[in-house]
């Protein structure tokens, strides 16, 4: 058996544990092993707490498992943007290389309480500033379908990490797409909560008007089960909601096998110039499934893609330089050596500290609210904001959930983008007015593409708050729908 | 999808940029920059063409009430603990350059 551990779902891991059919160390055994055979070729992890997990686990046992803790025994990852106790935190950056947080993030601390084995931090990009993991500070992480590809980003190191079987779950944020497009090129189910839906305490801001913690599974019931346990009220987040208690699992179990009755909207500007035939395909067969699985789909329109784009890379840029200003040298973090004065010690710290991609958004986040430019960008890009998510709210009281490809193309090869960031940045076109918005948003892998062979994503979103009806679409159709399967990287 | 002719941004106005972001940046950054910020520039650009008259700025996706909680000293951290990743300090505080 235990070469199989790493192939089973969440769900079906967590059941053998409870049954004691398998021992929390011997799932922890499976995916250490895992990691060790995969990480030469995929590189996920930026650190592996091999001796803490199997600690943990030897307690786990000793203690025995308990049913209300829904995660007991099962090993996994969490992007290295969230802060982990005593083990190294740094959101991929050399300005944070020897950062050790003495506290979790609330997520962390909530996957603990539930009975997780964390085994490591995952990859991304620099202060999750990119979408395929190349801007690392350390290295790029590859794609486990193809290790010529990029994973997407910036929570590559999840998405790979999960699909390779390292791991049952992993948590990464979501700024403009960060969970759902890596979950795509990399074949597994993500979701961005809503806005205020997961606390960010203790997850390394980046936009703070945007930024959201989610999981990524292999199966969306296993994404319910993440989800159930990471979402609440933390008074340390203003932006956490106050709200009941949810059970997103038996939510999803209840979901039955039909979509009768349920709205899709499909917002066909979303599927003209720019996408792949490959992705439409896959999306578009998807979409069929859903209609003979009773779904009605219904054509709406949303406002251009360009221009929600245009809106979040202002808005990002101008809340990342704010939230960046803090990496200064002073009470942690790198800091230059032999400067000084203190203006000298900042400059200097930063300069050496951040990569080039982070330094080009601090710079021109710095620029849009700057004095004369201020209303002519940000407070334009904050106007035009509003009527992104007036638009969009209005076309969800008309339907269940919205359809749309999740990225215009599939997994590109490694160092496709590096020369031309703006290239890069619409890429992210159908991902980032959700963000806008404060949407919940699914990526569901829905086939692989004909050309490329790589995996496609199908992206769900819902109302605000109604995850609920999001995974129970995501259950439905992935049930009907032939699996993408697993990567054969061993 | 329209987009907007791309104006470089000149180097003086990147290194006022990098001044603004407490950053030096290197001639070949510069350089670098300044075409890449045209582009992204003119792509940002694309928003004057939206009218939003009388539109009132939206900086959050949904409406937070302001909590309020009782005023009470938690000391939830150890001055050890603050200080443990900080690059230099004197055991007690922070250590920087002279200032006065």
Redesign the interface.
């Known amino acids: 058996m235990p070469g199989d551990i790493c192939s089973l779902t969440l769900a079906e891991v967590a059941s053998a544990l409870q049954k004691r059919e398998l021992s929390a160390l011997e799932v922890t055994r499976a995916c250490l092993s895992r990691i060790e055979a995969t990480e030469p070729a995929i590189d996920a992890l930026l650190h592996v707490d091999a001796e803490g997990a199997l600690a943990r686990a030897a307690e786990l046992d000793a203690g025995g498992p308990r049913a209300e803790q829904p995660l007991w025994g099962v090993p996994v990852t969490v992007k290295d943007a969230l802060s982990t106790k005593d083990i190294p935190t740094t959101a991929a950056s050399r300005i944070l290389e020897n950062f050790v947080p003495f506290y979790d993030a609330f997520v962390v601390g909530r996957l603990r309480e539930a009975g997780a084995v964390l085994l490591g931090k995952a990859n991304m990009d620099e202060f999750a500033m990119g979408s395929a993991t190349e801007n690392s500070a350390f290295k790029p992480t590859r794609n486990p379908w193809n290790t010529g590809r990029v994973p997407g980003g910036s929570s590559g190191g999840s998405a790979a990490s999960v699909a390779a079987g390292q791991c049952f779950a992993s948590l990464g944020s979501d700024t403009g797409g960060s969970i759902r497009q890596p979950a795509a090129f990399c074949g597994c189910v993500g979701l961005k909560p809503t806005y205020g839906r997961v606390s960010r305490y203790g997850l390394f801001a980046f936009a703070s008007s945007l930024d959201q913690v989610g999981p990524l599974t292999r199966t969306v019931e296993d994404c319910a089960r993440v989800l159930t346990v990471i979402a609440g009220h933390d008074p340390r987040d203003a932006t956490s909601e106050p709200r009941p208690d949810e059970d997103f699992t038996l939510a999803v179990r209840n979901a039955g096998e039909s979509l009768a009755g349920v709205r899709l909207g499909v917002p066909r500007g979303f599927f003209g110039e720019g996408l792949a035939d490959e992705v439409r395909a896959a999306c578009e067969t998807a979409l069929e499934s859903a209609r003979k699985l009773g779904a009605e789909l219904v054509d709406v329109e949303l406002p251009p893609t360009d221009i929600a784009s245009a809106t979040y890379y202002i808005i990002a840029m101008a809340e990342a330089s704010s939230n960046l200003a803090r990496y200064d040298g002073v009470r942690y973090g790198r800091r230059a050596p032999g400067v000084h004065t203190l203006e000298e010690l900042y400059v200097e710290s930063r300069s050496e500290g951040f990569g080039e991609e982070v330094k080009r958004r601090i710079m021109l986040g710095s620029y849009v609210l700057s004095s004369g430019y201020y209303d002519a960008y940000f407070r334009k890009a904050a106007q035009t904001r509003r009527l992104i998510r007036d638009a969009w709210r209005d076309v969800l009281e008309g339907c269940d959930a919205i359809a749309t490809p999740v990225a215009p193309v599939t997994a590109w090869p490694l160092g496709s983008h590096a020369t031309d960031p703006l290239q890069a940045y619409l890429m992210d076109a159908y991902t980032i007015p959700v963000n806008l918005a404060g949407l919940p948003g699914l990526s569901l892998p829905v086939g692989l593409g004909r050309e490329s062979g790589m995996p496609v994503g199908l992206q769900l979103i819902g109302k605000a708050f109604d995850e609920t009806t999001l995974l129970s679409i995501g259950h439905v159709l992935e049930r009907a729908l032939p699996s993408v399967g697993a990567p054969r990287l061993l | 999808?329209?987009k907007e002719q791309p104006k470089p941004v000149s180097r003086e106005e990147?290194r006022h940029?990098?001044a603004?972001?407490?950053?030096?940046?290197t001639e070949e950054?510069e350089r670098l920059?300044a075409r890449?910020?045209g582009?992204?520039?003119a792509?940002?650009?694309?928003?004057?063409k939206?009218d939003?008259e009388g539109?009132?700025?939206?900086?959050?996706?949904?409406a937070?009430a302001?909590?309020t909680?009782p005023d009470e000293a938690a000391n939830l951290?150890t001055r050890a603990?603050?200080l443990?990743?900080?690059?230099?300090t004197d055991g007690e505080y922070?250590v920087?350059?002279r200032?006065v």
């Open positions: 999808m329209t990147v940029m990098a603004l972001s407490r950053l030096a940046v950054e920059f890449q910020f582009d992204i520039l792509h940002m650009a694309l928003l004057s939206v939003t539109v009132e700025p939206l900086y959050s996706p949904h937070h302001a909590a909680r951290r603990e603050i443990a990743n900080a690059p230099e922070f920087v350059p200032i």
